[in-house]
């Protein structure tokens, strides 16, 4: 499997632009996360879906943001309007169970992050 | 609610030398616990793993506990590499009515292996 795929890899918008970053997860894996990454705040989880459907979106900064999932293999994350502050890194994330550990848990695995900046 | 606390960077070393980052967690359960690292440029990808007291996760020469009594999942390694030097991550997570919770992280400790 190619891991969770991210795109784009950088992104440069101007204020008040329209961004939308795209997530590919993990064949199989039905949880997804958003995350964000900056130096002042760390990683913040913004949302979550299990089985496509939204179950914590408790993260997410303001009503500017929003994320969808239409099916297993894809999801989104817009931001509109765009302001400097929101520049920073998103991580997608998926996971599934691994029955093979008792307890059994759930790993995530991390794509590589799309790097936002606004000006 | 859940929390996870690790020790502050960054933290230099040299070349061969012992090191420890520590962290304690908090949690209403019986979590699952992590320590990821993440490389320059590139996304968070899980090091190590315990998911019950005294499991011991181990990966790439490095070692954590899972200290039920002390709350505690220190990591460590008994001699660093240039190559060490990224962000390392402890995290936890609770089963939730056979579901999964989120993954709690710590704030990050920043690793710097000097030759």
């Known amino acids: 499997d190619a891991g969770v795929i991210q795109s784009p890899r950088h992104e440069v918008t101007e204020m008040g632009q329209e961004v939308t970053l795209r997530c590919k997860p993990i064949?199989?894996?039905?949880?997804l996360f958003w995350y964000r990454q900056t130096m002042m705040r760390g990683l913040e989880l913004l949302i979550y879906?299990?089985?496509?459907?939204?179950?914590?979106d408790s993260g997410m900064p303001e009503d500017r943001f929003s994320a969808k999932m239409p099916n297993a293999s894809f999801s989104t994350l817009k931001i509109q309007p765009s302001e400097p502050r929101d520049s920073a890194v998103y991580f997608c994330?998926?996971?599934?169970?691994?029955?093979?550990?008792?307890?059994?848990?759930?790993?995530?695995?991390f794509g590589p992050g799309t790097r936002l900046t606004v000006t | 609610g859940d929390s996870v606390t690790q020790m502050e960077g960054p933290v230099t070393l040299s070349e061969e030398a012992f090191l420890t980052i520590n962290c304690t967690y908090t949690?209403?359960?019986?979590?699952?616990l992590f320590w990821y690292v993440q490389y320059p440029g590139e996304g968070l990808q899980l090091l190590l793993k315990?998911?019950?007291?005294?499991d011991k996760g181990s990966n790439k020469g490095f070692e954590a506990t899972y200290r039920k009594e002390t709350t505690s999942f220190h990591l460590e390694k008994g001699s660093v590499q240039v190559s060490d030097s990224a962000v390392y991550f402890c995290?936890?997570?609770?089963?939730?009515?056979?579901?999964?919770?989120?993954?709690?992280f710590g704030k990050g400790t920043k690793l710097s292996v000097k030759p």
């Open positions: 315990a998911t019950k007291a005294d």
């Open positions: 995290a936890l997570s609770e089963m939730i009515g056979g579901s999964q919770g989120n993954l709690i």
């Open positions: 994330a998926s996971s599934s169970r691994d029955f093979r550990s008792l307890p059994p848990y759930y790993e995530q695995y």
């Open positions: 879906f299990n089985n496509n459907v939204p179950i914590d």
């Open positions: 949690a209403t359960g019986y979590p699952s």
């Open positions: 064949s199989g894996h039905d949880y």
